[in-house]
C-alpha cells in the first residue's frame, strides 16, 4: 500500500492549493484519511481528517479556510486550501488509517510522501 501526494507549490499570500493524494495497492477499505503537516522547526501536526462515511475534523488554523475531501472508489483525498498565509508553509503528508486490502491484509497507517507547500508574503 503506498500513498502519493501531488499539488505542491510556491503561492502568494491569499491564493489557493488544492492537493490530492491517492493511495494504491489492491485496496478494499480505509478508514480514515487525513493531512498532516510540518514546518521547519516543529513537530509534525493535524491539519485535517476524514472518515469514509464523511465526518470531518480541522485544526483550529485550517477552519474556515481549508476544506477536506475524499473519494471513496478512487481511495483519494483532497485538501482544498484557501486563503492561504506565510504561516500555512510546510511540508504536507497525508496518512491513511486502518487500511485493508483485498487479501486482507491490514495496515494501522501508512504515510505518504510530504508535498511542499510554500506561501510569500
Known amino acids: 500500500v503506498q500513498l502519493q501526494a501531488f499539488g505542491g507549490g510556491l503561492v502568494q499570500a491569499g491564493a489557493s492549493l488544492r492537493l490530492s493524494c491517492a493511495a494504491s495497492?489492491?485496496?478494499?477499505?480505509?478508514?480514515?484519511m487525513g493531512w498532516y503537516r510540518q514546518a521547519s522547526g516543529k513537530e509534525r501536526e493535524l491539519v485535517a481528517r476524514?472518515?469514509?462515511?464523511?465526518?470531518?475534523n480541522y485544526a483550529d488554523s485550517a477552519k474556515g479556510r481549508f476544506t477536506i475531501s475524499r473519494d471513496n472508489a478512487k481511495n483519494t483525498v483532497y485538501l482544498q486550501m484557501n486563503s492561504l498565509k506565510p504561516e500555512d508553509t510546510a511540508f504536507y503528508y497525508c496518512?491513511?488509517?486502518?487500511?485493508?486490502?483485498?487479501?486482507?491484509?491490514?495496515?494501522?497507517?501508512?504515510w505518504g510522501q510530504g508535498t511542499l507547500v510554500t506561501v510569500s508574503s
Open positions: 496518512k491513511a488509517d486502518r487500511v485493508t486490502t483485498t487479501l486482507n491484509y491490514r495496515y494501522i497507517e501508512v
Open positions: 495497492g489492491s485496496i478494499s477499505n480505509i478508514d480514515v
Open positions: 476524514i472518515t469514509r462515511a464523511g465526518r470531518t
